[in-house]
């Protein structure tokens, strides 16, 4: 019997999955580092690292091998108890962060929903609303109160949206201050120091310590998103570190386990003193293997020195991308901090994406125009060589 080609697997998924992903004709079956292969042997450079999840690349030995002792020893207990390897991260990610406390969990929006309710919690102990205020072109995540903090194209259909959310423009920090000035409603902001689905958008310095400034005079709630651009993307272990602004939550997940699914959410004890027991809850979250791999993953980040890596070969690769906007004036602009990468198009990037795939790289677009790179954080230099040449040859025909 011939194996399955990549048509006839798409075909039999198209029937069985819910239509919520308008997949790509490909059924990858195996990754090593950056190169990953789909059922018909074709090999690509992956560039999207199963969007900034794969941090540091497919099947790292370190990670595999953590994953198979843990899964020989024990793969879940629950969260009435103890585990050696939940402590040993709860310990890794506080120290990391400088935030007092953690909660795991099993995704981003799962993560940002926490921090939602335990903010609110602080404000409904301190006097206050419970009023979350996001910032324009954010995302959070898919559940209902994730897409209420989102882009309205998110929310259609799904209404009612649940109450206490407000939005004001991104790097805008006027706008914000007007909202929050005297309103006893609002209970947090919450921001992407580098947002991700918006089309990777930096944060001002000089915004985020306003934003600091302003939470500390009113006692509102800063909560850093830091799911995509956190855990070494953008060459720092935060993106914070590079602002040199502390948040009061963080949000985690995508690269926190080298592709198995955790997230986590830190907040200071100030936070913390909200809280009591009973307030929230998950099975799953950060159970042994989850914390056996993220703890691999992060030993790897640190051992191998992959936040340097990644800002360097980020800069660099910045850099050429910015050296080939004379011959193809379409890149409106390439930015990005680390590996953490965006290049504006003058028109939709979808049809670039299906032309990289052709010639065997994984990329994506986001914000309509923005072709992204969220690649492993030990990719080598040569693969981002390899990249450019066949990204150069893409563009002839975009
Ligand atoms: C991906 C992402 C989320 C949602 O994460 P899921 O694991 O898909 O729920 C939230 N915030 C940001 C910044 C993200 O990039």
Redesign the pocket.
Known sequence: MSSPTNEVLYEIDKKNYLPTFNRFPIAFEKGQGSRIWDIEGKEYIDMLAG??VNSVGHCHPKVVAAIQKQAAELIHISNFFVSPTQVALSQKLTSLSGLEHVFLSN??????EGTIKIARKYASKHGRGGTVISMGNA?????LA?IATGQKKYQKGFGPMPAGFDSAPFNDFEAIREKVIHNNEVAAIIV?PV???GGINLAHQDYLIALRHLCDEQNIVLIF?????GVGRTGKWFAKDHYGVQPDMM?L??GLGGGV?I?AFLCSSKIAGAVDYGDHGTTFGGNPLASAASLATLDTIATENLCTAALENGQWFMDQLASLQKEFPVIREVRGLGLMIGVEMGKPAAPLVKSLLNNGVVANATAGNVLRFVPALNIKRKELEEVLNRLTTCLHEF
């Not at 995704?107 to 940002?112: I, Q």
């Not at 998103?225 to 651009?229: A, G, L, P, R, V």
């Open positions: 969007i900034a995704s981003g929006a799962e993560s940002t995302f959070h995540g898919r559940t994730t992407e947002q991700g689905e998103d830091e799911i995509q651009c949000a997940a995508k699914p997230g």
